[in-house]
């Protein structure tokens, strides 16, 4: 027997649960933890701590004060006329469906409440009528208020007499009953219906001064901004009616007229048969100039070929 | 043991951290039904100049109290004078500083600094 004993050399151990290397970082229970912090994170930012509620939206209003919202903006397209800007206007509320037709159910809801008693809240009502009817949408308002619309077309027929001149006189004496004046009735149909409008109102602006007090100072101009002489200006107020024209003052402008008004009375202005909404009304309220001295707000009124 | 808890507060402090920023930043509460008091300083300047837009074409100045009351604002003269002053001095659109200076001019609030945009001249009007 040999004493010598060969030994094989030692395999290497299977790792073990004791005898693998040890990490400093438990990945399950960091993933664990994460997880569970999410979650708390979350919790405590949205029911415990929320934002506050800053930089709202149009959108973000509670109902009533979206129309409040909608209203503002008929209001403001009915002053521009700007539809691209009412319609983008309309989109900030993200109202569900077409935003045009929400505007024809908002009047609707409007004008079945006591929100149209008011004359404010009656306008503003016909103004979101106009617009969405403009794009030809419909809505109960419709039936509701009774449209604001044009009277009815009608014809008067008005008999003008022609005049005939006398003929002169003659040695001959004519038979009695010749050569008299006559008058043969000529009928002249008067549409009652002014004809399509082609000036607008497009701005009226007040000033304070005593050398112009309580006057109206008219500018009707072509569609460059040029003033245009000859045209006919009413001015109506409580118990009358004045025209007058442009051109008359070419020191001025030729599209410049005016008018003097009196104290305490309302005025309206506009172009007869070319304007198809008088100026809202012009008082003749007293005003103080920049210098202190007591005046008559004077208006500048102008008319724009459309 | 020590190994374990460390992860797990390791975890949880970072997965809250992670919370609070998901929470308040990227998706923080969003509003709904809110008054109109809270608007942002941009849609209620927006919304008074629209309100102001209707004055001028109704001058109806108890309507224009009614629609601008909803703002919440306490004083609503001395608002729309701030307002208009503040269109004016940021130079915004002559278009929307002209009928807040109209309103303000009926709510007694003109200042000097409006007095220019009173009698705002078109293009080829000569008085």
Redo the contacts between chains.
């Keep these: 027997m040999s004493d010598s004993v060969t030994l094989d050399p030692p395999r290497p151990q299977p790792a073990r649960k004791y005898t693998r290397p ?25 029911a415990i701590d ?2 506050k ?6 959108w ?4 009533a ?1 979206k129309r ?2 909608l ?3 008929m ?2 397209y ?3 006329g700007d539809l691209d800007r009412a319609v983008n ?1 309309l989109l ?1 509320l993200r109202l569900p469906g077409d935003p045009i037709q929400a505007v024809a159910d908002a009047a609707c809801y409007l004008a079945s409440t006591g929100y149209v008693d ?4 009656l ?2 009502v016909r103004q979101m009528m106009a617009f969405y009817r403009l794009q030809g949408k419909s809505g109960c308002a419709d039936t509701l208020l009774p449209a604001q619309d044009a009277p009815p077309t009608t014809v008067v027929e008005v008999v003008l007499p022609t005049a005939t001149f006398m003929p002169p006189p003659t040695k001959t004496p004519t038979p009695a009953g010749e050569g008299r004046p006559t008058s043969t009735p000529v009928p002249v149909v008067v549409p009652t219906v002014q004809p399509r409008t082609s000036f607008v109102l ?6 304070c001064r005593a050398d112009a007090s309580g006057v109206i ?1 008219v ?1 009707v ?1 072509d569609g ?4 245009i002489p000859g045209q006919e200006i009413r001015v109506r107020w409580d118990s009358g009616s004045d025209t007058f024209f442009t051109g008359l003052k070419p020191e ?2 030729a599209g ?1 007229a005016d008018f003097d008004m009196e104290a305490g009375t309302d005025y309206l202005v506009e172009i007869p048969g070319h304007s198809n909404s008088a100026s ?2 012009l008082a003749a309220v007293p005003c103080t100039t920049s210098d202190g001295e007591s005046a008559i707000t004077s208006y ?1 009124v ?1 008319f ?1 070929a459309g | 043991m020590i190994r374990f808890l460390l992860s797990l507060f390791a975890g949880l402090i970072v997965g809250i951290g992670l919370g609070l920023y998901l929470g308040w930043v990227q998706f923080p509460v969003e509003y709904i039904d809110s008054p109109a008091s809270s608007l942002s300083p941009r849609y209620k300047d927006e919304y008074t100049v629209m309100v102001a837009a209707g004055y001028m074409a109704d001058r109806d100045l108890t309507g224009v109290m009614q629609r601008l009351r909803v703002l919440g604002v306490e004083n609503i003269p001395a608002f729309v004078q701030e307002v208009t002053e503040r269109y004016i001095t940021t130079s915004r659109d002559v278009d929307d500083v002209r009928p807040l200076v109209g309103l303000s001019e009926a709510l007694g609030r003109l200042t000097p600094i409006m007095e220019p945009y009173r009698q705002v001249r078109l293009p080829g009007q000569s008085s």
Aim: overall charge negative.
């Design positions: 040890r990490h400093l970082i438990s990945w399950p229970l960091l993933v664990v933890g994460l997880v569970i912090g999410v979650g708390l994170g979350l919790f405590y930012a949205w929320p934002v509620e800053f930089d709202t939206e149009p973000q209003l509670s109902d004060d409040h919202y209203v503002a903006i209001l403001g009915a002053y521009d206007r900030s008011s004359n404010s809240g306008r503003a497009v701005n009226i602006s007040t000033f100072e500018n101009q460059n901004g040029r003033g001025r402008d410049y809202e009304p500048r102008v724009r």
